[in-house]
């Protein structure tokens, strides 16, 4: 999907001011911004509920502007925070308004129904024939994503669906959001003004202020490059530097869990089998003479003899004793360009620092 | 006592009465639904006009209902016809109103969330609106319920029959008991279906409109 150059202007203010991004297939691209900030009006613009003054937004290549409405409209779905299930339907109605007045059979319906619901971890016996009214505001939202996945759109649009959750509820929504996410791979535009949400869920984030898109980037680069006052101030990111500052190693690791740890002199075929029954990717093995190294499952996979031993295929790991510095140990990942430091305390491992899980606890 | 009901109710063949009564009253009941509703939906998708007639509709609401039928006689004759339409001319305006309200008055959350899922206007108008406004028809309908019974009871001066025939009988030939009798059944029957279409507005609105 493509913005090329949108400006969508009310009474005279400009609510989108010249917005030009294009959002990749597959991604998770949040728009980020107070309110106000023209986040809402874009998303708007997709979908058509507003079209735009200036300017063109391409999907696949085809101009909105030349698409029907109402078939642009089902072949997107479309959550908002307030849900906005309808009271006099059953929760099955609910979720298949569109497939009905699309004809489908009365058995796929009940199918795609059920289908859903498991994967929204609502089980159908329970909860199809029940009302809005009668549901937790968690599971009115579940629904809510059930109904906007029912006719498998390629594209999902988010209006700050966890909003109105409260916090302990939103996270776990936001993780089961994420799990589902990857199961589905569908192309996501999510509009949020929670800096926290938009780094836990995205894959990139547009930053808004005032129609305009500031800055288009990866949560790390927003944190660590921001392009202007208003972006950093926006992220936060001078509060995070200084706490980048003051934690240690220990303080943001992992603590090593057994199931990573493997023998040394091992086949491939065994370390493979151990790997893919642990559902890991990485695993470290500590040398009779001392050394760390770390075995990924895919260097094992590409390699033709199985029977090879796995001490042939060790990588070399970052190695930091747990008063590490935080702020150095991103140096050095960053020199090394690794992803993944070990911390020891002299011949113990004690646990892991994965620079994108340290980033999301930063924020 | 009870002599006293059965020789009225015999002389005066309250049985035949009250299904000429009852009959009149749900076809009355009926037309005038199904053309309130309808002219509902059209005056929503043509709201310009929706003014218009509901000033018109105000209009006769307070034309008195002898008068009304005093109108429709030359145009109807005697009996039953000018008795049901002036039922319907009374009860078109609050269903009208009502179900005209009732589908304006759905929250706009709704219509957002059906558009953006892509409803088109006219699903918006019968899969959301029209349910959703059916408590508020219903309303409509209770007070309707009550015109009807008050004016089919009147429809017996005009040889409408029903039981206005028997009120009037009793008047006419200051009998008492005729007259205590037929207007306490008429009453009786019009909180009997009061009290029906109450209980029915409140499961729709607890169906239909539940926060």
Redesign the interface.
Same mark, same amino acid.
């Given at each position: 999907m493509k913005f090329d150059h949108v400006t969508k202007i009310y009474k005279e203010t400009k609510a989108v001011d010249d917005v030009s991004f294009d959002i990749c297939k597959g991604e998770l691209f949040v728009l980020l911004g107070s309110s106000g900030s023209g986040k809402t009006t874009t998303l =708007?613009l997709i979908?058509r @509920?507003i079209d735009p003054d200036e300017g063109t937004i391409y999907l696949n290549g085809n101009d909105t502007k030349d698409m029907n409405p109402?078939? @642009? =409209?089902?072949r997107m !779905? +479309?959550v %908002?925070q307030?849900i !906005?299930l309808?009271? /006099?339907m059953t929760v099955k109605e609910n979720i298949g %308004? %569109?497939p009905k @007045?699309e004809r489908w059979k009365e058995e796929d319906i009940s199918k795609r129904t059920n289908e859903l619901l498991n994967l929204v971890a609502l089980p159908p016996d329970y909860f199809r024939s029940r +009302?809005p /009214?009668q549901l937790s505001g968690g599971q009115q939202q579940r629904v809510g994503l059930a =109904?906007?996945l029912a006719m498998d759109p390629p594209l999902l @649009?988010m209006d700050e669906p966890f909003g109105a959750l409260d916090p302990l509820l939103r996270m776990q929504l936001q993780n089961e959001f994420l799990s589902i996410k990857r199961k589905l791979e569908k192309t996501i535009v999510f509009v949020t003004h929670d800096i926290e949400e938009a780094f836990t869920l995205a894959d990139r984030i547009g930053v808004m202020h005032n129609g305009k898109i500031l800055q288009i980037g990866t949560p790390s680069e927003l944190l660590f490059n921001p392009v202007n006052e208003i972006v950093s101030k926006i992220i936060g990111s001078e509060n995070k530097f200084k706490a980048i500052k003051f934690l240690q190693a220990k303080d943001v690791m992992i603590p090593m869990d057994k199931k990573y740890l493997i023998q040394e002199n091992m086949t491939c075929q065994e370390a493979v089998n151990i790997m893919i029954s642990n559902k890991i990717e990485l695993s470290i093995v500590k040398e009779s003479n001392g050394d760390i190294k770390q075995i990924i499952l895919s260097d094992l996979l590409k390699n033709e003899d199985m029977r090879r031993s796995i001490n042939d295929f060790g990588r070399k790991l970052v190695i930091v004793p747990p008063d590490e510095n935080l702020s150095s140990i991103i140096t050095l990942l960053k020199s090394s360009n690794e992803k993944l430091v070990i911390v020891m305390n002299q011949n113990e491992i004690q646990g892991l620092v994965m620079i994108d899980s340290v980033l999301i606890n930063l924020v | 006592m009870l002599d006293t009901i059965i020789s009225v109710w015999a002389t005066q063949q309250l049985t035949l009465r009250t299904i000429q009564h009852l009959s009149m009253f749900f076809i009355a009941l009926s037309i005038s639904i199904i053309l309130a509703i309808i002219a509902a939906l059209l005056v929503y998708s043509n709201p310009r006009v929706a003014n218009i007639w509901f000033n018109i509709l105000n209009v006769i609401e307070t034309i008195p209902e002898l008068a009304l039928f005093i109108f429709l006689l030359p145009i109807l004759g005697l009996g039953e016809p000018p008795t049901i339409a002036a039922c319907v001319l009374y009860s078109i305006l609050p269903i009208m109103r009502n179900t005209y309200t009732g589908l304006a008055n759905v929250s706009n959350e709704y219509i957002e969330i059906a558009k953006a899922i892509g409803l088109t206007k006219n699903e918006i108008l019968f899969k959301i609106r029209l349910p959703m406004a059916l408590p508020l028809i219903s309303g409509g309908i209770r007070v309707a319920v009550v015109y009807t019974m008050g004016i089919i009871t009147l429809g017996g001066l005009i040889a409408a029959g029903g039981l206005g025939v028997p009120l009037q009988a009793g008047i006419h030939q200051y009998n008492i008991p005729a007259i205590i009798i037929a207007s306490l059944w008429v009453g009786t029957l019009g909180v009997v279906f009061d009290a029906v279409a109450w209980i029915i507005e409140n499961k729709l609105a607890r169906r239909y409109n539940p926060w």
């Amino acid at each position: 999907m493509k913005f090329d150059h949108v400006t969508k202007i009310y009474k005279e203010t400009k609510a989108v001011d010249d917005v030009s991004f294009d959002i990749c297939k597959g991604e998770l691209f949040v728009l980020l911004g107070s309110s106000g900030s023209g986040k809402t009006t874009t998303l =708007r613009l997709i979908n058509r @509920l507003i079209d735009p003054d200036e300017g063109t937004i391409y999907l696949n290549g085809n101009d909105t502007k030349d698409m029907n409405p109402v078939e @642009l =409209r089902r072949r997107m !779905g +479309y959550v %908002i925070q307030q849900i !906005g299930l309808f009271p /006099h339907m059953t929760v099955k109605e609910n979720i298949g %308004i %569109i497939p009905k @007045l699309e004809r489908w059979k009365e058995e796929d319906i009940s199918k795609r129904t059920n289908e859903l619901l498991n994967l929204v971890a609502l089980p159908p016996d329970y909860f199809r024939s029940r +009302y809005p /009214h009668q549901l937790s505001g968690g599971q009115q939202q579940r629904v809510g994503l059930a =109904r906007a996945l029912a006719m498998d759109p390629p594209l999902l @649009l988010m209006d700050e669906p966890f909003g109105a959750l409260d916090p302990l509820l939103r996270m776990q929504l936001q993780n089961e959001f994420l799990s589902i996410k990857r199961k589905l791979e569908k192309t996501i535009v999510f509009v949020t003004h929670d800096i926290e949400e938009a780094f836990t869920l995205a894959d990139r984030i547009g930053v808004m202020h005032n129609g305009k898109i500031l800055q288009i980037g990866t949560p790390s680069e927003l944190l660590f490059n921001p392009v202007n006052e208003i972006v950093s101030k926006i992220i936060g990111s001078e509060n995070k530097f200084k706490a980048i500052k003051f934690l240690q190693a220990k303080d943001v690791m992992i603590p090593m869990d057994k199931k990573y740890l493997i023998q040394e002199n091992m086949t491939c075929q065994e370390a493979v089998n151990i790997m893919i029954s642990n559902k890991i990717e990485l695993s470290i093995v500590k040398e009779s003479n001392g050394d760390i190294k770390q075995i990924i499952l895919s260097d094992l996979l590409k390699n033709e003899d199985m029977r090879r031993s796995i001490n042939d295929f060790g990588r070399k790991l970052v190695i930091v004793p747990p008063d590490e510095n935080l702020s150095s140990i991103i140096t050095l990942l960053k020199s090394s360009n690794e992803k993944l430091v070990i911390v020891m305390n002299q011949n113990e491992i004690q646990g892991l620092v994965m620079i994108d899980s340290v980033l999301i606890n930063l924020v | 006592m009870l002599d006293t009901i059965i020789s009225v109710w015999a002389t005066q063949q309250l049985t035949l009465r009250t299904i000429q009564h009852l009959s009149m009253f749900f076809i009355a009941l009926s037309i005038s639904i199904i053309l309130a509703i309808i002219a509902a939906l059209l005056v929503y998708s043509n709201p310009r006009v929706a003014n218009i007639w509901f000033n018109i509709l105000n209009v006769i609401e307070t034309i008195p209902e002898l008068a009304l039928f005093i109108f429709l006689l030359p145009i109807l004759g005697l009996g039953e016809p000018p008795t049901i339409a002036a039922c319907v001319l009374y009860s078109i305006l609050p269903i009208m109103r009502n179900t005209y309200t009732g589908l304006a008055n759905v929250s706009n959350e709704y219509i957002e969330i059906a558009k953006a899922i892509g409803l088109t206007k006219n699903e918006i108008l019968f899969k959301i609106r029209l349910p959703m406004a059916l408590p508020l028809i219903s309303g409509g309908i209770r007070v309707a319920v009550v015109y009807t019974m008050g004016i089919i009871t009147l429809g017996g001066l005009i040889a409408a029959g029903g039981l206005g025939v028997p009120l009037q009988a009793g008047i006419h030939q200051y009998n008492i008991p005729a007259i205590i009798i037929a207007s306490l059944w008429v009453g009786t029957l019009g909180v009997v279906f009061d009290a029906v279409a109450w209980i029915i507005e409140n499961k729709l609105a607890r169906r239909y409109n539940p926060w």
